[in-house]
């Protein structure tokens, strides 16, 4: 971060390694190799472990609750855990890769749509419903296959596509009475032929990174679910729309996945913690290094 | 250092990992995290929450 500190007086570069905290519900791939590629730059680095903290709301800073860091990436699967850690961080000036309000667009799937119908983006069409009459609606309007997504939490669990109204019924019902309210939220969804892969880029910091294909015979492609991970050459159209997708949601570091339609390129989802073990295996770009030094020119500076 | 699985019991060797980290049980194939580096030990991982996504 640079420029004048919140109290006017000019910041004045620190005088010792930068210390990084690594918002973590556990360790993947993924944070091991930020872990590693840490220590390797001489970083004070250090696994923040969500269900060990305890944040203390009426504290005016951070060390109270243990999180007094120069910076912090959130790398936590937890998505409530995470918005309210950042939050905090955020109310004690401690900077953190992605903001409160980048995270919280990214992980509600509903805020995403709009997000990035607000920008113009290329996406499925998607409708949102509270009932599961008015979701049959839904599903009527955006026609047959509908495809049926929580709006909360990822990985491709509890993803269904209903082929017809009974089906459509049958699975909005159970879906009501799994218990949580989040569930009484029919996020519907255009289903749209596509090749059986999608595109995963991955970008920090206004820059694409990479891109891989995730290959599989199931209409999900999600690395979660077993998709293979092979290289996708980065074009100026998967630039440009990754870029313009991790803006529309303000990400700074962002795994975005994108569908090949008939009419081009769409968006499926920004994911703000973006999973990049399948995508480690297809390039040679040092993402956990890049993910880090980024981290490191936001680092807090000290007011003189 | 062997670690033994809390869910079946089996007993192999794990090193060079991280506390935190989730490892598989070869013998169950169960997720199991780290609970401590120095010894090794390792419990059943996390269960995941509705709201665990990427």
Redesign the interface.
Known sequence: MTGMSPNGHAPTPLTRPVRLGVLVSYLRPEEKAILAAARDRGIEVAPIFDRQLVIDLSSPDAPGSGLDFDVVLDRCVAHSRSGYTLRALQRWGIPTLNSAEAVRLCDDKAENSLALELAGIPHPRTLLAFDVASALQACETVGYPAVLKPVTGSWGRLLARANGPEQARAILEQKKELGSFHHAIFYVQEYVEKPDRDIRVYVVADRVLAASYRTAKHWVTNAARGAESIPCPVTPEIEDLALRACAAVGARLAGIDLIETRDGLAVVEVNTGGEFKGLMTTTDVDIAGVIVDEAVSMARVRAA | MNVTCPECGAEWELSGV?????VTCPDCGVDL?VLSTNPVSVGL??EE??????
Not at chain 2, 49 to 54: A, I, K, L
């Open positions: 991280e506390q935190g980290e989730i995290e991982a996390p929450g509705e709201d665990w996504g990427e």
